[in-house]
């Protein structure tokens, strides 16, 4: 009998625990999407006309689908060869998150540490001279979030892309001038993951580029996507151009090397958008079977803002609105939570000849990407005006998180005490502070006064979740409403630790 009541038991507090994920509820929130792509497209147009690139690619992804491209200009201006979704252009520094991920799938394999000391891999770094002596060894995550205390290094790193492993290790051989202690401070450091790139070398046996080309490029059918200019198709190669004195100058492009790490890649809009399908897979958070190359919570660890957040309080949208944005680098990428609650996921991209960006917002399930043959385009600035012309638009929102089964039963229980709290101590839901912190007869006091404020009870409102134990609901009144809000404790089944109730509009 005692086994019985127990399964019971077990039953009952594993149906409360049960996580609900996240979903869209709008039916017609794709054909909404649609609706927006003409605007869009000008959007861009409009944009790269503005600022003379001298060509363009674009997608658009929505839940892991590349759903519309667009492209105007040339890949080779002598040439007059128009751009398209298929033509292949050097990505820069969006080539830096396949680094992490492959750090990460290595990490998951058990083949490295992300606080190891990078010397364990790269016995040259042994050399380094920090600034002072109780400085901390770089480790891989240091490098990974910009971290290890190298100074940032866009103009000579852009022009680094072609040295030989032998030329990185004797900057190590020398030792590195330091700008900064490893770990206390963010720069940008091309140097940095062109490290990490010798680490997947030294770790998996394998170049860098034959680790990413076999383990995420292949496994994705991205085959169009190179390394080395000079293996692409001439047709399909975009050539890279400086604007200088109201004309197109065209640039050398640079061979394969030991920074290819840091920004080498070279790929089409119908290839990357397959990469880009990867990170929005990994939401929301579930119980499906993993079916991506990198495990789902190892890319989620990837978008995390692991640095230092940064504040820009005078930032503003693209419409020209106040709204302050907080940032911070990740693993790779670049992580953004604006205003409006609006989380930003991705990654620049600019060398000499190309500027690149792509975009997602997780939480919304859509993603941009944009390439140009211009130095250092700010296709960043193109993709957030039409992210933001997108959700504007189409007036999509984020996923519903849906109300956990013990949140569900708890407001149930509330509301079965309300107003008058008569003997709540029997009732079993409240945890062992509660009636340290909140007194029966006050509280009884205060739900009174408010239901007389709010009139005669027109019902209760759905319970909003903010997690699996946080969340509201809202009793609407004749005169007034009320919002009831609560959190759980993380007992099994958990119990009401702290309560709010008052008044709303």
Same mark, same amino acid.
């Not at 890949?75 to 396949?98: G, N, Q």
């Given at each position: 009998?005692?086994?019985?009541?127990?399964?019971?038991?077990?039953?009952?507090?594993?149906?409360?625990?049960?996580?609900?994920?996240?979903?869209?509820?709008?039916?017609?929130?794709?054909?909404?999407?649609?609706?927006?792509?003409?605007?869009?497209?000008?959007?861009?147009?409009?944009?790269?006309?503005?600022?003379?690139?001298?060509?363009?690619?674009?997608g658009i992804v929505v839940d892991g689908k590349l759903v519309y491209t667009g492209n105007s200009g040339?890949?080779?201006?002598?040439?007059?060869? @128009?751009?398209?979704?298929?033509? !292949?252009? #050097?990505?820069?520094?969006?080539?830096?998150?396949?680094?992490?991920?492959?750090?990460?799938?290595?990490?998951?394999?058990?083949?490295?540490?992300?606080?190891?000391?990078?010397?364990?891999?790269?016995?040259?770094?042994?050399? *380094?001279?920090?600034?002072?002596?109780?400085?901390?060894?770089?480790?891989? #995550?240091?490098?990974?979030?910009?971290?290890?205390?190298?100074?940032?290094?866009?103009? &000579?790193?852009?022009?680094?892309?072609?040295?030989?492993?032998?030329?990185?290790?004797?900057?190590?051989?020398?030792?590195?001038?330091?700008?900064?202690?490893?770990?206390?401070?963010?720069?940008?450091?091309?140097?940095?993951?062109?490290?990490?790139?010798?680490?997947?070398?030294?770790?998996?046996?394998?170049?860098?580029?034959?680790?990413?080309?076999?383990?995420?490029?292949?496994?994705?059918?991205?085959?169009?996507?190179? &390394?080395?200019?000079?293996?692409?198709?001439?047709?399909?190669?975009?050539?890279?151009?400086?604007?200088? !004195?109201?004309?197109?100058?065209?640039?050398?492009?640079?061979?394969?090397?030991?920074?290819?790490?840091?920004?080498?890649?070279?790929?089409?809009?119908?290839?990357?958008?397959?990469?880009?399908?990867?990170?929005?897979?990994? &939401?929301?958070?579930?119980? !499906?079977?993993?079916?991506?190359?990198?495990?789902?919570?190892?890319? #989620?660890?990837?978008?995390?803002? &692991?640095?230092?957040?940064?504040?820009?309080? *005078?930032?503003?949208?693209?419409?020209?609105?106040?709204?302050?944005?907080?940032?911070?680098?990740?693993?790779?990428?670049?992580?953004?939570?604006?205003?409006?609650?609006?989380?930003?996921?991705?990654?620049?991209?600019?060398?000499?000849?190309?500027?690149?960006?792509?975009?997602?917002?997780? !939480?919304?399930?859509?993603?941009?990407?944009?390439?140009?043959?211009?130095?250092?385009?700010?296709?960043?600035?193109?993709?957030?005006?039409?992210?933001?012309?997108?959700?504007?638009?189409?007036?999509?929102?984020?996923?519903?998180?849906?109300?956990?089964?013990?949140?569900?039963? #708890?407001?149930?229980?509330?509301?079965?005490?309300?107003?008058?709290?008569?003997?709540?101590?029997?009732?079993?839901?409240?945890?062992?502070?509660?009636?340290?912190?909140?007194?029966?007869?006050?509280?009884?006091?205060?739900?009174?006064?408010?239901?007389?404020?709010?009139?005669?009870?027109?019902?209760?409102?759905?319970?909003? @979740?903010? *997690? *699996?134990?946080?969340?509201?609901?809202?009793?609407?009144?004749?005169?007034?409403?009320?919002?009831?809000?609560?959190?759980?404790? @993380?007992?099994?089944?958990?119990?009401?630790?702290?309560?709010?109730?008052?008044?709303?509009?």
């Amino acid at each position: 009998m005692k086994k019985y009541l127990y399964l019971i038991l077990l039953l009952s507090t594993t149906a409360f625990a049960q996580y609900k994920p996240a979903t869209f509820t709008d039916p017609d929130r794709l054909k909404k999407i649609a609706a927006t792509f003409p605007v869009i497209d000008s959007v861009y147009k409009k944009y790269a006309e503005d600022n003379h690139w001298p060509g363009m690619a674009y997608g658009i992804v929505v839940d892991g689908k590349l759903v519309y491209t667009g492209n105007s200009g040339y890949t080779d201006l002598e040439l007059k060869t @128009p751009v398209t979704s298929k033509s !292949d252009f #050097r990505i820069a520094s969006m080539t830096k998150s396949f680094t992490a991920m492959a750090i990460l799938k290595l990490r998951d394999e058990g083949k490295l540490k992300l606080d190891d000391p990078a010397s364990l891999y790269i016995p040259e770094m042994k050399n *380094n001279k920090y600034l002072t002596r109780d400085a901390a060894p770089v480790t891989i #995550r240091h490098l990974l979030t910009h971290s290890a205390g190298y100074p940032e290094d866009n103009p &000579w790193g852009d022009r680094q892309l072609a040295v030989s492993d032998e030329q990185l290790l004797n900057i190590y051989r020398k030792g590195v001038s330091f700008s900064n202690n490893p770990g206390q401070g963010y720069e940008y450091s091309n140097l940095g993951f062109a490290t990490l790139g010798y680490i997947i070398k030294k770790v998996s046996g394998k170049t860098y580029e034959d680790y990413i080309t076999e383990y995420i490029l292949k496994p994705l059918g991205m085959t169009h996507t190179y &390394w080395e200019y000079t293996k692409v198709p001439k047709t399909q190669l975009a050539l890279g151009y400086r604007w200088l !004195d109201g004309k197109w100058v065209e640039q050398p492009l640079l061979h394969d090397g030991a920074y290819g790490a840091m920004g080498g890649l070279i790929t089409t809009i119908e290839d990357f958008y397959r990469y880009t399908a990867v990170h929005m897979n990994a &939401w929301p958070i579930r119980d !499906d079977a993993e079916s991506g190359l990198v495990k789902r919570s190892s890319i #989620r660890e990837m978008q995390y803002p &692991w640095d230092l957040s940064y504040l820009t309080p *005078n930032a503003r949208t693209t419409t020209g609105r106040l709204c302050p944005t907080v940032a911070a680098y990740a693993y790779g990428l670049r992580w953004a939570k604006d205003c409006d609650n609006k989380v930003y996921v991705g990654h620049t991209g600019g060398l000499p000849g190309f500027g690149s960006n792509w975009n997602i917002l997780p !939480d919304y399930g859509v993603g941009v990407v944009c390439f140009a043959n211009l130095t250092y385009a700010n296709a960043g600035r193109a993709n957030l005006m039409a992210l933001d012309t997108l959700v504007a638009l189409s007036g999509i929102k984020p996923r519903e998180l849906p109300a956990s089964a013990i949140l569900e039963q #708890r407001k149930s229980d509330l509301v079965k005490l309300l107003p008058n709290w008569t003997n709540p101590q029997a009732t079993g839901i409240f945890a062992d502070n509660f009636f340290m912190d909140y007194f029966p007869d006050k509280l009884k006091a205060e739900a009174t006064e408010l239901f007389a404020k709010a009139g005669k009870i027109v019902s209760v409102g759905a319970m909003v @979740p903010e *997690n *699996n134990l946080r969340g509201y609901f809202i009793i609407k009144g004749e005169k007034a409403n009320i919002k009831v809000s609560f959190t759980l404790t @993380p007992e099994n089944p958990a119990l009401v630790q702290e309560y709010h109730i008052g008044l709303v509009q």
